[in-house]
């Protein structure tokens, strides 16, 4: 049993674990914390497990692109949004969720967890072969030819978002 641990599929079941707890401590961080800064933090944790995640199913340029997108700058975004949230905004409007809302969140997401825990252990798997290299010269052809078109309306979402986010900014603090 030792042995089979310090076998590299051992460690590569080691590093797995690892990175999906580094992922259920930054959304328990992320979810229960009372500090707006403190849960930023903890979504910016979750969001580089799940990173590691993808890296880890041989996908390093989306496990790269959630680092710069979601850890670099959605995290970011957030964080600048609570720094310009007007702190007396939230005072006195703490609402009591009920006696039963806890218990009733765990035993739901309890039940959850166990109803996909049986499913992955009686499903019959099969591999299927990679179809691709998944290198970053064939997705930015792929990008640049067959998919333009949802290449050219992300930049112009993209675009709208970022022209609404100053509007709102000036408007929120001037």
Do not use: N
């Not at 707006?36 to 944790?45: D, E, I, N, P």
């Not at 252990?121 to 930015?140: H, M, N």
Request: charged content about 10%; some cysteine.
């Amino acid at each position: 049993m030792l042995s089979e641990l310090f076998s590299a599929e051992g460690f590569v079941g080691i590093i797995f674990l690892l990175t999906i707890g580094i992922i259920i401590t930054g959304a328990v961080v992320a979810t229960m914390s009372r500090r707006l800064v403190r849960c930023v933090a903890g979504l910016a944790v979750a969001f580089t497990g799940v990173a590691g995640i993808y890296y880890f199913l041989l996908s390093p340029f989306v496990a790269m692109m959630q680092m710069l997108i979601y850890v670099g700058a959605v995290s970011i975004l957030i964080a600048f949004a609570v720094m310009m949230a007007d702190p007396e905004d939230h005072k006195g409007t703490s609402a009591d969720a009920g006696t039963f809302a806890g218990p009733l969140g765990f035993s739901i997401g309890a039940l959850i967890f166990a109803a996909l825990t049986i499913l992955g252990v009686k499903t019959e798997w099969q591999s299927f072969p990679r179809q691709g290299t998944g290198d970053i010269e064939q997705l930015g052809k792929a990008l640049l030819t067959t998919h333009t078109m949802v290449f050219e309306l992300i930049s112009i979402v993209l675009l709208i978002a970022i022209i609404g986010a100053l509007v709102l900014a000036r408007k929120g603090r001037c």
